[in-house]
């Protein structure tokens, strides 16, 4: 069994900065991919930034330039550094990971993380 619990979200005033964490554990023989994307209010859920296991990045044009995601393998934990936080990054954020078992790959999500930014 895998488990991702994603962790860091909270209040921020616009311009400020949160750092959002995500750990998985269990039954982990590697893992691939690590995404996050996030859920406004009303919105459809949208892909934030992705780090592939070579640690390439990609980003949604609306946080680039501002967001960093990282992943630590040791750790099997991803990162998303938030800085020069908008009132629209409001949201829940969700971590994703494609992870190997040893008998399959499977897509697992976090819980998710509400982040605030006040103006």
């Known amino acids: 069994q895998v488990q991702l619990v994603g962790s860091g979200g909270g209040v921020a005033q616009a311009g400020g900065s949160l750092r959002l964490s995500c750990a998985a554990s269990?039954?982990?023989?590697?893992?691939?991919?690590m995404d996050w994307y996030r859920q406004a209010p009303g919105k459809q859920r949208e892909l934030v930034a992705v780090?592939?296991?070579?640690?390439?990045?990609n980003y949604a044009d609306s946080v680039k330039g501002r967001f960093t995601i990282s992943r630590d393998n040791a750790k099997n934990t991803v990162y998303l550094q938030m800085n020069s936080l908008k009132p629209e990054d409001t949201a829940v954020y969700y971590c994703?990971?494609?992870?190997?078992?040893?008998?399959?790959?499977?897509?697992?999500w976090g819980q998710g993380t509400l982040v605030t930014v006040s103006s």
């Open positions: 269990g039954s982990i023989f590697s893992i691939n991919a």
């Open positions: 780090i592939t296991s070579d640690s390439s990045t």
């Open positions: 994703r990971a494609e992870i190997e078992n040893g008998k399959y790959v499977g897509q697992y």
